[in-house]
């Protein structure tokens, strides 16, 4: 998993907080660049990038920038310097253990509550279990997540994206959830898919209770 926060020069002591897993806490007039993450251990890794504005692109240090060396035939020069900074955590834990896990329909509405195990991961590939009841609306159609079943999923930690399958044996009938995942949860979009089509799906979040 990477994480990056990004901070403005200009603005000094104003932290922006892309994520639940690294926190910048303030950079200060004499160049000091402080942030912490959630979680409580030591011997990470992190990579400091810059920009000139917050769309990028972000540039690694080690790489060459245009800065040094400018040869120009115009009296005008314009170049992008260093303005906004973020922190890449380039070793954060991946996403394995238990969730509090709530379902909600397009409207909002709370539909189905549980809970997620993820226990091991292989090459991006998770594996868990799952066991979730319907929270509301008889006949709302949540497919084949009432119960208990495996999961199985894809997680890039380059991204941190997470894609699961709630029925990962079946070619059909599925439930699908793909969202983005911290050291503390994991949000995003859940769908029915069966008979060839995306047929239901809401908002997600699934709150880590491991720790």
Known sequence: MKT?????????????????????ESLDQQGHLTWTNTVESSGYRYRVEWASSANG???DFSVLTNLAGLATTNRSVTVDVPM???????????????????????MGNLVVTGRLALTSIAESR??????????CCPTYPLGPQEGGGKIGGI??????????????E????NIRLRGTATATNITGF???????????????EALNITN
């Open 4 to 24: 990056k926060l990004c901070l403005s020069v200009l603005a000094f002591i104003t932290a922006s907080t892309l994520s639940g897993d690294l926190i910048i």
């Open 170 to 173: 079946s070619v059909d009938n």
């Open 190 to 204: 859940w769908f029915y898919e069966g008979f060839g089509r995306q047929q239901e799906g809401g908002d997600f």
């Open 126 to 135: 998770l594996q868990g279990a799952w066991r979730l009841s319907r929270a």
């Open 84 to 106: 906004l900074y973020r922190v890449v955590w380039l070793d954060a834990p991946a996403p394995l253990g238990e969730y509090l896990y709530s379902g909600f329909d397009a």
């Open 57 to 59: 692109p972000w540039r």
């Open 155 to 168: 997680f890039s930690d380059s991204t941190q994206v997470i894609s699961l399958n709630l029925n990962p």
